[in-house]
């Protein structure tokens, strides 16, 4: 009876920690089975901004996919450029959202008059680097931007040919739900989610079935 009363001490001892491990478990597997994108998103969001994010990314989750960024969900001890091309080669798509970050205003050029004098919205420098390096590497990308950002800057600026269709979110008028209900993003969002998949398929092939199609 003692033996008895030492094993299931010991049992119930051990029922806390193994739950635990039950959960970190089911937490990698809930993990696991989704395929990894690149987020390229900015890092200082005001509260509109970061309610949109975290709908996003719950749209990306929904999808059975699995946002990355940086430095946020992993980061490398290595420069930012390396630390990029990692987590391009390594990510099955792209997806990048250009918040507005300043609101900024050209007072003179170096050479002639300035392209315009109107105050306008720039986003991050890293929304230019970050799918540029994707679309080099031929990921399937899907560009997001908040209305008025970098209209005439990079990639952003339209004509560059495929980086050219942007989905808009005009945040001075239209709600988080309302933009993620619209049937423009779910169409978009369906159309880049299967590229994504297919890319999946097709860089998870072995290298002789690929080289025989």
Same mark, same amino acid.
């Given at each position: ?100 970050? $300043?609101?900024?205003? &050209? +007072? ?7 392209? %315009? !004098?109107?105050?306008? *919205?720039? =986003? ?12 080099? $590497?031929?990921?399937? &990308? +899907? ?7 970098? %209209? !005439?800057?990079?990639? *952003?600026? =339209? ?27 779910r169409e978009v969002f369906a159309n880049w989610t299967a590229e994504v998949r297919g890319n999946y398929y097709l860089r998870t092939e072995p290298q002789f079935s690929l080289q025989m199609q």
């Open positions: 009876m003692r033996i008895h009363h030492a094993s299931s001490s010991t049992s119930q001892a051990n029922a806390p920690a193994a739950q635990q491990v039950s959960a970190a478990y089911n937490e990698c597997i809930d993990r696991a089975f989704r395929i990894p994108i690149f987020l390229s998103t900015a890092n200082s969001l005001n509260n509109v901004q970061q309610q949109f994010f975290n709908r996003l990314v719950l749209e990306i989750e929904d999808a059975l996919l699995f946002p990355r960024t940086l430095p946020q969900s992993e980061q490398y001890p290595e420069t930012v450029l390396t630390n990029i091309r990692r987590l391009v080669i390594s990510s099955y798509g792209m997806l990048a959202i250009n918040f507005r970050r $300043f609101f900024v205003q &050209i +007072l003179e050029a170096n050479v002639g008059q300035p392209p %315009t !004098t109107t105050p306008f *919205w720039q =986003g991050s420098t890293f929304s230019q680097i970050e799918p540029s390096m994707a679309f080099q $590497f031929g990921l399937p &990308i +899907l560009l997001v931007r908040e209305r008025g950002t970098d %209209t !005439t800057n990079g990639i *952003w600026a =339209g004509g560059i040919t495929p980086l050219n269709i942007f989905v808009e979110w005009d945040s001075d008028n239209q709600t988080v739900d309302e933009f993620f209900g619209s049937v423009q993003w």
